[in-house]
C-alpha cells in the first residue's frame, strides 16, 4: 500500500477521535486522524478560565489517568490531558487540515484535504459542533460587536453587554463579566434560567438576577443589534438599551455540509440528525461511521465525553469483524 493509504482515517481530534484513534492502534489497524484546528480543538476554543461539569475520570481515554486539582478539571487541565493522551498511544494526527472532499475511488474512500489526498478502507467521522453556531437570523447580527464565542472577561470590562440565552455558556458569560466590572443584561426565550445549569453556578446566577446586580428579560427576544443599542421585544413591550457588545450564546450545531457531502443521510426537519445504526454507529453510506456529538444533529446536548466514549469500541467491533473476516 502507498504512504496516503490507511485501514481507517479519523475526521476530527476532539477526545472521541482519539478514542477512535486509540481503539485503532489496540486492533493494529493503520490509521490517521485529520484535524482542521489545533488537538481537541473545541476544549481549546473554550473560555479561558472554564470549568467542566464532569469529574476528571469521567473525561478519560485509552486507560491514561486524568489527575486534576480540584474536583472538576479545568480546560487547561483538559488539554494537558489530551496531549499525553496523543503522546502515549502514538497516535497518528495531522492538525491544520480541513478535509474539503470525500469521494470513492477503487473500492476505497478518497479523503481530499487543503494539503494531501488520502485512501482508506472504513472513515469515521468525528468532528463535534463547535464551529457551527446557531445564528439569531436578525437584523445586526453580522456587526463585529456580536459575539458567538467566548474566551475571558478583561476585554469587556466595564462595558455594556448584552448575553442571550440561559444555558452554561451564557451564564458563564454574564458571571465573568459582571465580576469585571461590565454591566450586563441576560436576554432569555424562556421564563427562567435553565435547570441544567451546572449546580454550583445556578444558585449564584439566579441570585445575582433577584438583587438585580444581573439584569434579565424573560420570555424576550432580541428584535435588532445597532451599533450602540438594542432592541428587545419583552412581555410588557419594545425596548431599547444602550449597548457595547452582545455575546449570542445560542448553542452550535454539527457540519452538515460535511455530512452531506460524504453521502449521509439527514433525517428530520427539526432534529435534522444524521442516519446511522445506534449499535454499529454505521451510517447509511456503508463503512462510514460517526463517533460523538456528531450523531445528534440538532440537539446537541445528548451525547457529551462521557457518555460518547464507547461509541470507538462499539465501531472497532463493527470494523474488526468486517475487516478480519
Same mark, same amino acid.
Given at each position: 500500500m502507498s504512504d496516503n493509504y490507511f485501514d481507517v482515517i479519523i475526521i476530527g481530534a476532539g477526545p472521541i477521535g482519539l478514542s477512535c484513534g486509540i481503539e485503532a492502534v489496540k486492533r493494529k489497524f493503520s490509521h490517521l486522524i485529520i484535524e482542521k484546528g489545533c488537538l481537541v480543538n473545541s476544549i481549546f476554543n473554550y473560555p479561558t478560565n472554564m470549568t467542566f461539569f464532569s469529574t476528571s475520570?469521567?473525561?478519560?481515554?485509552?486507560?491514561?489517568?486524568?489527575? +486534576?486539582? @480540584?474536583? &472538576?478539571?479545568?480546560?487547561?487541565?483538559?488539554? %494537558?490531558?489530551?496531549?499525553?493522551?496523543?503522546?502515549? /498511544?502514538?497516535?497518528? #494526527?495531522?492538525?491544520?487540515?480541513? #478535509? #474539503? +472532499?470525500?469521494?470513492?475511488?477503487?473500492n476505497n474512500f478518497?479523503?481530499? +484535504?487543503?494539503?494531501?489526498?488520502?485512501?482508506?478502507? &472504513?472513515?469515521?467521522?468525528?468532528? @463535534?459542533?463547535?464551529?457551527?453556531?446557531?445564528?439569531?437570523?436578525?437584523?445586526?447580527? %453580522?456587526?463585529?460587536?456580536v459575539k458567538h464565542y467566548f474566551d475571558?472577561?478583561?476585554?469587556?470590562?466595564?462595558?455594556?453587554?448584552?448575553?442571550?440565552?440561559?444555558?452554561?455558556?451564557?451564564?458563564?458569560?454574564?458571571?465573568?463579566?459582571?465580576?469585571?466590572?461590565?454591566?450586563?443584561?441576560?436576554?432569555?426565550? =424562556?421564563?427562567?434560567?435553565?435547570? +441544567?445549569?451546572?449546580? /454550583?453556578?445556578?444558585?449564584?446566577?439566579?441570585?445575582?438576577?433577584?438583587?438585580?446586580s444581573i439584569k434579565a428579560f424573560f420570555n424576550s427576544n432580541i428584535l435588532k443589534i445597532k451599533e450602540s443599542e438594542v432592541d428587545i421585544?419583552?412581555?410588557?413591550?419594545?425596548?431599547?438599551?444602550?449597548?457595547?457588545?452582545?455575546?449570542?450564546?445560542?448553542?452550535?450545531? !454539527?457540519?452538515h455540509d460535511l455530512l452531506k457531502n460524504a453521502g449521509i443521510?439527514?433525517?428530520?426537519? =427539526?432534529? &435534522?440528525? !444524521? =442516519?446511522?445504526d445506534p449499535e454499529t454507529f454505521e451510517t447509511n453510506r456503508k463503512g462510514i461511521y460517526l463517533a460523538g456529538v456528531v450523531c445528534s444533529g440538532i440537539d446537541t446536548g445528548k451525547w457529551f465525553i462521557e457518555n460518547s466514549r464507547y461509541h470507538a469500541s462499539n465501531i472497532f467491533n463493527h470494523i474488526e469483524k468486517h475487516m478480519k473476516n
Open positions: 475520570e469521567r473525561l478519560e481515554i485509552g486507560d491514561v489517568p486524568f489527575v +486534576s486539582h @480540584g474536583d &472538576k478539571p479545568t480546560r487547561r487541565e483538559a488539554l %494537558e490531558y489530551y496531549r499525553r493522551v496523543k503522546h502515549a /498511544w502514538n497516535l497518528n #494526527v495531522k492538525t491544520y487540515e480541513k #478535509v #474539503v +472532499s470525500i469521494d470513492e475511488e477503487n478518497l479523503i481530499t +484535504s487543503n494539503k494531501g489526498k488520502y485512501f482508506c478502507a &472504513k472513515l469515521i467521522i468525528s468532528t @463535534g459542533f463547535f464551529d457551527k453556531p446557531n445564528y439569531l437570523n436578525i437584523p445586526g447580527e %453580522e456587526l463585529p460587536k475571558e472577561a478583561h476585554p469587556y470590562a466595564y462595558l455594556k453587554l448584552v448575553v442571550v440565552g440561559a444555558a452554561n455558556s451564557a451564564v458563564d458569560v454574564a458571571l465573568e463579566t459582571y465580576r469585571r466590572g461590565s454591566k450586563v443584561t441576560m436576554v432569555i426565550r =424562556e421564563d427562567k434560567i435553565r435547570d +441544567s445549569v451546572k449546580y /454550583w453556578v445556578k444558585p449564584d446566577i439566579d441570585n445575582r438576577i433577584k438583587e438585580g421585544q419583552t412581555p410588557n413591550g419594545i425596548i431599547t438599551i444602550e449597548n457595547d457588545f452582545v455575546f449570542a450564546m445560542t448553542g452550535y450545531h !454539527p457540519d443521510n439527514i433525517l428530520g426537519d =427539526e432534529d &435534522k440528525a !444524521p =442516519e446511522f
